[in-house]
């Protein structure tokens, strides 16, 4: 595990801290290689029920690292020179450098984004990947690939066509324009707006962490499942989950803890 990624793990809770304050959290090859390794990690632990992601410092993540541009602008770095980074492929189809944003949706518990500072670029759509973003009003964000000739190419396209209005994507792609924290939850990019998005975000995940991890990895297949399938089909996966976990373990935990008043004792598998 490179130290460009902290994780503390706490409670069924994995805080996962990109740590690179001094360069605004940016991305290089040992952001990828921690990020994905964590991830992995992660999801090979049925312990873990649900993920905090953030930046350590200042900002959230401030998109690639300037190193990498200069070697684009060098010419040095090429679609040939990374051919295995965009080759490479995982189930869903995402390229390497895709998963870094795609690999928080693979995994099968929720993942909380708390966005603060700056969320620029490939840092966005990281992001963008989560499950839920809690973001500071005064945050900076902002998709800014168009200025380098390139575009949103680590998975943000595919998040953000389920979130917003597809002349806004447009708009945001088109312009590069930098907008706030206020304006992306006004976009509906956000989830919610707060002063301290990382204290907020591990309070919410204590919540999810308190829930039947059946029920909550049940949930968050069922709703990923749902724009792509038609109005049966989806009441189908709906009927077929819900008859899953009726009657198991963890969900008459769930019934007796609440009706005995105490915290609930779910089995992790």
């Given at each position: 595990m490179t130290n460009a990624v902290l994780v503390n793990y706490d409670n069924g809770i994995a805080d996962v801290r990109i740590n690179r304050p001094e360069k605004r959290n940016a991305i290089d090859s040992d952001v990828i290689q921690g990020l994905l390794s964590t991830a992995d990690e992660i999801k090979s632990n049925p312990k873990i029920r649900v993920v905090v992601l953030s930046g350590e410092g200042k900002g959230f993540c401030a998109g690639l690292d300037m190193a990498n541009i200069g070697a684009m602008a060098s010419g040095d770095l090429t679609t040939d020179s990374v051919g295995n980074a965009y080759d490479d492929l995982s189930p869903a189809g995402a390229n390497l450098v895709q998963r870094l944003g795609w690999v928080w949706q693979e995994l099968p518990i929720p993942v909380i984004a708390a966005v603060?500072?700056?969320?620029?670029?490939?840092?966005?759509?990281?992001?963008?990947?989560?499950?839920?973003?809690?973001?500071?009003?005064?945050?900076?964000?902002?998709?800014?690939?168009?200025?380098?000739?390139?575009?949103?190419?680590?998975s943000g396209t595919q998040a953000l066509r389920h979130l917003t209005h597809l002349d806004?994507?447009?708009e945001l792609i088109f312009t590069g324009r930098k907008f706030s924290g206020t304006e992306a939850y006004q976009y509906g990019i956000a989830t919610q707006l707060s002063d301290t998005p990382l204290e907020d975000a591990l309070v919410m995940a204590r919540t999810i962490a308190n829930r039947s991890p059946d029920a909550i990895r049940a949930a968050k297949k069922l709703l990923n499942s749902i724009p792509h399938s038609s109005v049966r089909e989806g009441l189908i996966?709906?009927?077929?989950?819900?008859?899953?976990?009726?009657?198991?373990?963890?969900?008459?935990?769930?019934?007796?803890a609440m009706f005995e008043k105490r915290e609930p004792n779910f089995i992790d598998e």
């Open positions: 603060y500072g700056g969320a620029m670029g490939g840092g966005l759509n990281v992001a963008l990947g989560a499950d839920i973003r809690i973001v500071d009003p005064n945050a900076k964000l902002g998709f800014v690939e168009i200025g380098f000739g390139l575009l949103p190419d680590m806004r994507v447009k996966a709906e009927s077929n989950c819900s008859r899953e976990l009726m009657g198991k373990e963890n969900q008459l935990e769930a019934v007796m």
